[in-house]
């Protein structure tokens, strides 16, 4: 078989729920409303940073020094500064140039407090100069930037004016109670609002009309009896409580049952948001949950990016035990329940763990804080120090091998991580790792030999967290076997909607009407999350090739995709996904437009880019797509992805020897991408240079053994 580029398809795709009651009746009244009755919880909740979460810009809310300080960016220099009892800023404008912005509103207050400016067409954008609110002795009551070390300009998504800088995409929902968003994709403007310009008891607890109701009239026994739960919506109660400092046990335990943790993670997690915000609703309804992608977190979970608190729990022993959040965290207050480690030793015996054997440092030193070691911290925004709440032990074994972080050296910083494996081998007895799925992620991304049964057995292991299983799932589609498929459809009928939600996205690489014959059992999953997960990996198939008793089904089904991205028109990732879904349905005048809208909401937007001239590949329109890829060529000179698109499109027009140089680099730029080898060695061999092909192949096959797409490009190569 000859193997052609211009044969290839190329489509760039960059890219816990319980069922509650209907709240059919209910208003949202206000937190005012719970005082009377809950003044206990309601003084500790206007302590919270959950009352701090925004507020109108005054004098009791401004923490930073708007007292004609400046502030020195990259040449760039913005005042802070009062008049009339107001706060202002001039600094640069979306053009570049200083400009005198009024402050509307604060966003947090520790250990950052964040300010925005609102504008004419309803947005609020958050400043990236922020104040650090922590006590001066600690580095504080000064103004810093988010992005230090790079220089943001106006023309890049990140500057404050920009659309990853839009609270009312960004930050709203997390930020307020009961938010609509209101957002036009015809007009680009909002008409935002909210029930309560901070968390208020409502947004935990769900709409509390019928509740206050039912305490207005509770001494009339028909009335009690007739309102389900007193007339709230949501239940978060602990799932148990530690008995004579000994946990609940186990076998009595049900941690999916946890409306708690849900309703946490609905803004305590990485996920994207699937519909408005419904805290009546299960999580899997509300929001996906982003597995462990390598982007955020390292190969054996702890986190890399800024993925707050949910994900890495949910990998931890104290979930699968059945702890949930305010077991320590008092959900009122925010504040931890006890100080130090008698947080800890509710439930684990100080016997045990409250010794100098256990914790190998001095009881008085740091080291025998069982955050330090269980709960690694790493810094965001500048200042903010969040905790790995994953409560892994220690594995500095993990760190001599895959190059992980290890606690025991972020703290005696002049010593080696081998240094840390012997000295925890010889106390413990044990060198190897901890985390069988470390070594599997970590292989996956790297391409070593055997990764890919590696990630199948995590897969399989019904021992191993459901988010690990959904991650291993996630990753398996790199490498196409029928025991990855037979593992897959296995997962499908998984009862955790993360595990079968990333199943339905490992299977792109069969036939599309194959594919919808696997997934068919999916199309009406209880969950929106697989639902959602479900019709992105089959929009691709044909409604003519779906049998006449499915069509409905999954028209619907795709209906109810289209929608839920629409829900995020303002954001340029969700409305690039849009643009896709209608390429792969083959409706090019709308993916044209969506895709240009996900470019005006950021010009420089690179997926949108890479999408939208594919598009015009997609209907001939080779030139308009060339035009586009050397506007992301200019605009992001690093990137692997925009040289192999400007690389398969000299291919396509017949610039064959043009071709080569780009994807070779391509392939520099993105050495864990096996696809771009492959395609440089294609191209090579389609300009005559054969023997530079097989070179770039069998270097390629060593690198990556379990790609099968290199193997038989390589045997194809040989038999010519």
Known sequence: MKLTLTSMAFLLFVAFGLAAPTATAAEFIGSEACAACHQDEYAKWRRSDHWHA???????????????????????TSRFYKRDGAYFVETENAQGKNQEFRISYTL?????????????????????IAWDSRPAAEGGQRWFHLYPDEKVTAADPLHWTGAFQNWNARCASCHTTHLEKNYSQRTDRYRTTWSEMRIGCEACHGPASQHVAWARDKKRASKESSLRDKGLFVDLRKLWEPVDGHPASPATLNPAASRQLQVCAGCHSRRTELQPRDVTAGFDDNYSLSPLREDLYHPDGQILDEVYEAGSFLQSRMYRKGVSCSNCHDPHSNALRIEGNGLC???????????????????????ARCVNCHM?????????????????????????????????????????????????????????????????????????AGSAQALLDVARDARQPAIIRATALYESARFPS???????????????????ANAAGALGFIRPSERFRHLQSLLADPAKSVRMSVARHLADVPLEHVPSAERSRFSKLLKEYEESLKLNADMPEAISELGLFHAARGEWAAAEKALLHARKLASGYL????????????QGREDEAESVLGAALEAHPESGD??????MLYVRTGRKADAPPLLRRAAALSPANPQYLYAYAIALAEAGR??????????????????????????????E
């Open 690 to 719: 054969r023997e530079d092909a097989m070179r770039v192949l069998d270097a390629a096959v060593q690198r990556f053994p379990d790609d099968t797409h290199l193997r038989e490009a390589r045997e194809d190569l040989q038999s």
């Open 108 to 128: 947090g207050f520790y250990p950052l407090q964040q300010y925005l400016v609102e504008f004419p067409d309803g947005r609020l954008q958050a400043l990236s």
């Open 376 to 448: 690694p911290a790493k810094t965001y925004m500048g200042v903010d120090r969040r905790r790995d709440h994953s409560f892994r032990i220690p594995d500095p074994a993990a760190s001599v091998r895959l190059g992980v972080p290890n606690v025991c050296t972020q703290c005696h910083a002049d010593r080696t991580d081998q240094w840390a494996n012997d000295f925890l081998a010889a106390r413990s007895g044990n060198a190897a790792i901890r985390s069988q799925h470390a070594e599997a992620l970590a292989g996956a991304r790297s391409g070593q």
């Open 482 to 500: 029928q025991e990855q498929v037979e593992t897959v459809l296995s997962a499908l009928s998984a009862p955790e909607a993360i595990v079968r």
């Open 642 to 647: 925009a040289h192999y698109a400007m690389g």
């Open 607 to 618: 997926s949108a880019m890479l999408n939208l001239a594919d598009v015009y590949r997609a």
């Open 345 to 367: 030793l509710q439930c684990h015996s100080a016997s045990t763990y409250q010794s100098d054997t256990h914790f190998f440092h001095k009881p008085s030193s740091s080291g």
């Open 54 to 76: 925004m507020a109108i810009a005054d004098s009791l809310s401004v923490l930073g020094g708007f007292n004609n300080a400046t502030f020195e960016y990259f040449g760039n």
